[in-house]
T-cell receptor, first 112, second 113 residues
Framework: GQQVMQIPQYQHVQEGEDFTTYCNSSTTLSNIQWYKQRPGGHPVFLIQ?????EVKKQKRLTFQFGEAKKNSSLHITATQTTDVGTYFC????????????FGQGTILTVHP | EAGVTQFPSHSVIEKGQTVTLRCDPISGHDNLYWYRRVMGKEIKFLLH????????ESGMPNNRFLAERTGGTYSTLKVQPAELEDSGVYFC???????????FGPGTRLTVL
């Protein structure tokens, strides 16, 4: 079945440093979504990428969708302590239009 | 707009007991999903309702799990009998008919002893 791999599993940074998490799918994706889960919280939708090579920005966050639509990345510039949490990528899980297949997530810790 | 709510927030039960989790989606959201996250692992899909119908239940682990959405509003997920490996956080999410965004509830943390 479809697999979505995400690396790294953990990332510790000093406040102000940049952070990147990478997502790779075993199959071509029609779209990819990113979610953030704060410690003790629930996943919150960040963005959806649909087009090959698409790049979207949200303030300090930059999201990319690969040309082959099998990989994606999330880059945070100048991290802040409010960025802590787990970042998940998720792709459509098979033929069901609603089902999401999540990556394992990257746990980001930001040291002040 | 009220968010997705789940009840209870925590449940601790013994192996062999029954537990029922409830999810109230955002009003007007036809799509309702159940997911589970076992500690340290990825969030795994369990099933998807469109209104009261099961669209996809391919992620349900086994027949000890039963999900219902009578009337197409709130949903329940019953685990009977519970096993140790059922422990984890059960998330419910809902979305508009054609919208990609899934709004997650706060989750129910289930611990089976």
């Amino acid at each position: 079945g479809q697999q979505v791999m995400q690396i790294p599993q953990y990332q510790h940074v000093q406040e102000g440093e940049d952070f990147t998490t990478y997502c790779n799918s075993s199959t071509t994706l029609s779209n990819i979504q990113w979610y953030k889960q704060r410690p003790g919280g629930h996943p919150v939708f960040l963005i959806q990428l649909v087009k090959s090579g698409e790049v979207k920005k949200q303030k300090r966050l930059t999201f990319q969708f690969g040309e082959a639509k099998k990989n994606s990345s999330l880059h945070i510039t100048a991290t802040q302590t409010t960025d802590v949490g787990t970042y998940f990528c998720a792709g459509p899980g098979g033929t069901s239009y609603g089902k999401l297949t999540f990556g394992q997530g990257t746990i980001l810790t930001v040291h002040p | 707009e009220a968010g997705v709510t789940q009840f209870p927030s925590h449940s601790v039960i013994e192996k062999g007991q029954t537990v029922t989790l409830r999810c109230d989606p955002i009003s007007g959201h036809d799509n309702l999903y159940w997911y589970r996250r076992v500690m340290g692992k990825e969030i795994k899909f369990l099933l998807h309702f469109v209104k009261e119908s099961k669209q996809d239940e391919s992620g349900m682990p086994n027949n000890r799990f039963l999900a219902e959405r009578t009337g197409g509003t709130y949903s329940t997920l019953k685990v009977q009998p519970a096993e140790l490996e059922d422990s984890g956080v059960y998330f419910c999410a809902s979305s508009r008919p054609l919208g990609p965004t899934q709004y997650f509830g706060p989750g129910t943390r289930l611990t089976v002893l």
